[in-house]
């Protein structure tokens, strides 16, 4: 099947830093990828979706300056946390459309963890 | 608005013991139903689909689910499971049309050897 990578797979963080978390889908073109974040013991939370060569769109209650997204190319999205806070520690999920099959392939998550 | 519910957050059961995993939906149109499993440490994988045609979907590893339109029902099962079953089992919906998937908030599997 389809493959997606997350990178970095865990990261530590000092508040008010600014994380980027990158999401690529390795052998498939993806003009569509979603983020997703996921809190401990709960399920996964649609944060924005992102399209190749246009403006995300976000999720309600989802902060837009806070979760910048960016989708540059067919098999790149990425999502920088900007000051991030104790609160936004959460495993972040993306996940990537393969056009081919309209499938949803997602990446193995990245665990953010704010001092 | 969409809600996935799974009545079961967390199941225990032995080896070769039958399963079901109930999900429902809340969504008025017509809708493709998901079943993944993420084990320990791995990410989401799909176990099996349903777009349209045959209610009754086979997956992968012997899973197979039932979508039941009347109850906007969409159960996973397995006539016996295996201690490598052991892992997190989400149920997922998206409207036709749209891309956006919801998940339940998932039923954590220990199958005990």
């Known amino acids: 099947g389809a493959v997606v990578s997350q990178h970095p797979s865990r990261v530590i963080c000092k508040s008010g830093t600014s994380v980027k978390i990158e999401c690529r889908s390795l052998d498939f073109q993806a003009t569509t990828m979603f983020w997703y974040r996921q809190f401990p013991k709960q399920s996964l939370m649609l944060m924005a979706t992102?399209?190749?060569?246009?403006?995300?769109?976000?999720e309600q209650g989802v902060e837009k300056d806070k979760f910048l997204i960016n989708h540059a190319s067919l098999t790149l999205s990425t999502l920088t946390v900007t000051s991030a806070h104790p609160e936004d520690s959460s495993f972040y999920i993306c996940s990537a459309r393969d056009l081919g099959s309209n499938e949803q392939f997602f990446g193995p998550g990245t665990r953010l963890t704010v001092l | 608005a969409q809600s996935v519910s799974q009545h079961n957050h967390h199941v225990i059961l032995s080896e070769a013991a039958s399963l079901e995993l109930g999900c429902n939906y809340s969504?008025?149109?017509?809708?493709?139903l998901f079943w993944y499993v993420q084990y320990p440490g791995q990410h989401l994988q799909l176990l099996l689909k349903?777009?349209?045609?045959?209610?009754l979907v086979k997956g992968i590893k012997g899973f197979e689910a039932e979508f039941i339109k009347s109850k906007f029902s969409f159960n996973l099962r397995k006539p016996s499971v295996q201690w490598s079953d052991t892992a997190e089992y989400f149920c997922a919906v998206n409207a036709e049309g749209t891309y956006k998937y919801i998940f339940g908030t998932g039923t954590r599997l220990k199958v005990l050897a």
């Open positions: 349903y777009f349209s045609g045959d209610p």
């Open positions: 969504y008025g149109g017509t809708v493709n």
């Open positions: 992102s399209n190749e060569g246009s403006k995300a769109t976000y």
